[in-house]
């Protein structure tokens, strides 16, 4: 973290302790807004405010890195920090010294009994796990990427500018890419090594961990790995079937409606949803009847319609008794 003075996280998003992910992101885009170096050209207070909330907003919409921080307060941002090592410690030291003096402090925020935060951070120094040579590791940041629909389900190129701490505590705009990889979902996160903020003492950088959030499609709709997309048929076109062209996420496809079909009908096209960005296998495109029936008919056309009811199945709403 910048600087050398005690820092409350959650105090410089302005939020609670206990507040939710949803209310951590949107204070952090406000303020990121506000500070950020593009809006404040030479504006230092403004650089430093910017790292401070970038930093903050790192460990914070991180659940494990939170959890730690909530437990074992600033120390727990050293690069290396082991959560389950440093309870280990607290234990030993509680069962030498007795537990009650090893009780956390209010909030989270180190603890009583002395100066814990610089025991555990002396011991994790002795233990090299603060960097390299005595070094720490740079903070990860965080960052979000607005994508097309099918740019998200095809995979693509995207060009993210970030502003990097620097390790003599300046800030550094660079323009990194980021690989998408076919079929990602509104949320999912990519991890870009050696991208977040620069390490001290020779110590390596963090990383760059980019939320992704994908615009809605007009015509699509994902579930899971699954495509949903609404297909108007006419009523001669549901009674006596036919063969209707689909948009697919690559390129047009043929669907055969059979005679008969209802309106609700999913007809499924295998192998034409969401790819899987793992390499498995893509989901299904579902095809969704929407019977449309015609209007304006005048008087004439009324009455064969008339003449078609008595092929109405006789049963029509049964299933409503």
Same mark, same amino acid.
């Given at each position: ?22 209310s ?6 406000k ?5 950020h ?19 903050a ?9 939170r ?22 410690a607290?234990?030993?030291f509680g ?29 994790f120094?002795r233990?090299?796990?603060a ?32 502003a990097?701490?620097t390790?003599d505590g ?6 990194? =890419? @980021?690989r998408? *990889? /076919? $079929?990602?979902?509104? +949320?999912? !996160?990519? #991890?870009?090594? %050696?991208? &977040?903020?620069?390490g ?8 760059l961990?980019?939320t ?10 994902r ?30 496809? =043929? @669907?055969?409606? *059979? /005679? $008969?079909?209802d309106? +609700?009908? !999913?007809? #499924?096209?295998? %192998?034409k &949803? ?7 296998p893509?989901?299904?495109l ?25 092929f109405?199945p ?8």
């Open positions: 973290m910048a600087g050398e003075h005690k820092r409350d996280l959650y105090a410089t998003l302005g939020v609670p302790r206990d507040a939710d992910e949803d951590i992101r949107k204070a952090y885009r303020l990121a807004r506000r500070h170096p593009d809006v404040n050209p030479d504006d230092a207070e403004a650089e430093e405010r910017f790292k401070d909330v970038s930093e907003y790192a460990v914070l919409s991180d659940p494990e890195k959890c730690a921080y909530d437990e074992f307060g600033e120390v727990s941002l050293e690069g290396g920090f082991d959560p389950g090592a440093a309870r280990r607290r234990e030993a069962a030498r010294f007795g537990a009650d003096r090893f009780a956390a402090a209010p909030g989270g925020e180190g603890f009583s009994y002395g100066s814990l935060d610089g025991l555990f951070s002396d011991l120094q233990r090299g796990w960097g390299v040579q005595g070094g720490r590791r740079g903070m990860d940041l965080s960052a979000e990427l607005e994508l097309d629909f099918l740019d998200a389900a095809r995979g693509v190129e995207q060009r993210l500018v970030i990097r701490p390790a300046g800030i550094r705009q660079e323009t990194v =890419t @980021v998408i *990889p /076919p $079929g990602v979902a509104d +949320g999912g !996160r990519i #991890r870009i090594p %050696g991208k &977040g903020a620069e001290a003492g020779g110590a390596p950088a963090g990383d961990h980019a992704v959030r994908v615009r809605p499609h007009r015509i699509f709709r579930e899971g790995r699954d495509l949903y997309v609404d297909l108007p048929v006419s009523v001669r076109e549901a009674t006596l079937g036919a063969k209707v062209e689909v948009p697919t996420l690559s390129g047009r496809a =043929t @669907v055969t409606v *059979p /005679p $008969g079909t309106g +609700g009908t !999913r007809l #499924r096209l295998r %192998g &949803g969401i790819p899987d960005p793992s390499g498995g893509p989901g299904d579902y095809v969704l009847v929407r019977i449309r029936v015609p209007r304006g008919l005048d008087a004439e056309t009324a009455t064969h319609l008339d003449e078609l009811a008595k109405d006789p049963d029509l709403r049964q299933e409503l008794n």
